[in-house]
């Protein structure tokens, strides 16, 4: 799908660099071992209510780094956050004005970055374990979901819960969960088993993010809290200015895995 | 000491009266199996630093809750954090100017109060397996000392971390290792077992919070991030108001110490 040879094999420095260089691609599956993150930058005004946000609806939004107002570089990222992303959102007063592979145009000194925990963290920890993941299977970007559920609201910040979803065989959903449930860092266990109408999602095949995939006979879909959840609370709260990566088009951090699995 | 006869019998309701009313003490042992919480209000132009420390140092801040500027309640405490304490510290530039059992007559309408778990939610489990602790045994407060080790800073706050001492014996050292690890929101595992000297603690026997206690033969020293470390950057980084906790004289909250703990 991307041209890429042996996208698990990349260094997460590589991979930044070719998505750097314009390769636009969903980052599932890419440099297996290491971190991806969400991405949101928002004026410092707004910084406080993003943190207190993410403090308070820590499923979703699990930080993990907020970078000073102006840095691009970080702990866990020896890059450019304006560049390194495959594709990024631009959200002018809540509106998504521009998808583009390049945030340079956009960026002011006055952006707060935060790096949000992502579930394709776990993802090479179900693989292993022998849990199918549909979406890395057929190649595409894994659904994702706006649901009926309100996060806890934070000053100007308020919005949905959004969730991805994966399909998981009913004789690995146990397994599916014990073994997300080791990274709370990155969304941790399940938010919910089974009937998507409890979440107020009409249609599986419709998701509001990324792509749809094939949900076999047998199989239950699973839905973890995404890392997007923050991008629905801007487009609901309408900030002057967010930058955003674009849903499943993630920060390939220099962090490892298994730093954000519990011992 | 304290002239209650079943301190860890109370609900946290009838603590929280207790100090209302005037009682001054330490905490520890108090209303067991609930959450007790370290307290930091400080005006609303200092949140976002306060907010970024912790998430910063997540080990000796684990946020619990952050109440809106001007509440006094908040879902982990029908209550008010103004009264509900036994004992708390008003610090003006730095300088702690006052300890006091009512911080009424400091509060401010853009108070923004942090409530960060404590390690006496995770003392219950230690004696539960026989785990002996100290403070509790001998009836005093937990000894704290400031060490050498920085915290990650953050915007205006910067200082040294704090740790909380419990002398635990050698046999028992890894069940309590293993005990307080599956309680990261309360300091989870210890940061040190063993020497003082390696986090520049000279003496033991003079905390800088709190009282000594007694490290008897066989027994080693294990060191757990404290709450009181944003009292420490506070007096170093001299914001113009904060209102803490007296150390040890903690909020005792409506939330059960198992919430906190991992699955």
Redesign the interface.
Known sequence: MTGVKDPAGLSPAAARQLFREGLVTPTAGFASGYAQANLVAVPREL??DL??FA??NPKPCP?LD?LDAGEVSGPILDGDVRTDLPAYRVFVDGELVEETPDARSWWRPDLVTFLIGCSFTFETALVLDGVPVRHLEQGVNVPMYRTSRRCRSAGALAGPLVVSMRPVPADRVADAVRIT?RY?AVHG?PVHVGDPGALGIADLGRPDYGDPVEVRPGEVPVFWACGVTPQAAIAESRPALAITHAPGHMLVTDARDAAYQ??
């Open positions: 910084a406080y943190l207190l403090q308070r930080v907020v449930a709370p266990a519990q011992p």
